[in-house]
C-alpha cells in the first residue's frame, strides 16, 4: 500500500504519474458538498473550502495538491495579530502542538495564525487516494476545530490598559456593610 518514493538527488520525483490528483481531490469535495473554490497556485492545484465549525461561524481551510501526490493542508485562523499577543499566542501554539502532533499551529512574521500539515499521497488506487485526502482532511479541520477557540481567546483578548470601557470593581472596605 505504501511505497518508497524514488527521488533524484535535487529531490524530484523520477517516477511517471499519471494519477490526476487534483482532479480526485475536486472530485471528493463536491462529493462530500463541500462549498469550494479552485485555482492553480505556484504550480499546484489551491482549493479553497469554507466548512462550518462547532464552536466558530466557520473556517476557511485550503488544500494544495500537486501531480505527484504532495498535499498540503493550511487554515488561517486569524490574520494581522496585535504583536503584543504574539508571545502569549506563539506559547499557545507550542502547547497545542505538544496535545496535537499531527497539526502545526504557528505564528508567521506578518501575525497571521495558522493551522498547517503536509502529506503525501503514496496509494495507485483512485479510491484509495480520495480516501486519505479526504480522511486527513477531516482530522486536520477536526483538531484545528478544538485548537481555534483556545488561540482565538488571546486573539481577541482586551488589553486592560487599552480599554476605555474596562472598569475595574474595587472593594473598599468603608464600603463594605453588616
Not at 466557520?58 to 486569524?78: E, F, H, P, Q, W
Not at 482565538?152 to 463594605?176: A, G
Request: with cysteine.
Amino acid at each position: 500500500m505504501y511505497g518508497i518514493v524514488p527521488l533524484t538527488r535535487k529531490g524530484e520525483c523520477i517516477m511517471e504519474n499519471t494519477i490526476n490528483y487534483a482532479g480526485l481531490t475536486e472530485k471528493a469535495l463536491q462529493k462530500a458538498e463541500l462549498d469550494f473554490s479552485k485555482a492553480v497556485w505556484n504550480g499546484k492545484t489551491k482549493f479553497n473550502i469554507s466548512i462550518p465549525a462547532k464552536n466558530l461561524p466557520g473556517l476557511y481551510t485550503s488544500l494544495l495538491v500537486d501531480d505527484t501526490g504532495d498535499v498540503l493542508y493550511r487554515c488561517y485562523i486569524a490574520y494581522d495579530i496585535d504583536k503584543d499577543k504574539w508571545l502569549d499566542i506563539i506559547m499557545e501554539c507550542n502547547r497545542l502542538n505538544s496535545n496535537f502532533r499531527f497539526l502545526c499551529m504557528s505564528l508567521d512574521d506578518e501575525g497571521d495564525l495558522c493551522a498547517a500539515y503536509d502529506f503525501f499521497v503514496f496509494e495507485k488506487d483512485e479510491e484509495l487516494i480520495t480516501e486519505n485526502i479526504m480522511e486527513t482532511f477531516f482530522l486536520c479541520f477536526q483538531i484545528t476545530e478544538k485548537c481555534a477557540p483556545y488561540l482565538l481567546k488571546l486573539v481577541w483578548k482586551k488589553d486592560i490598559t487599552e480599554s476605555d470601557e474596562f472598569k475595574m470593581k474595587i472593594s473598599h472596605p468603608q464600603e463594605e456593610t453588616n
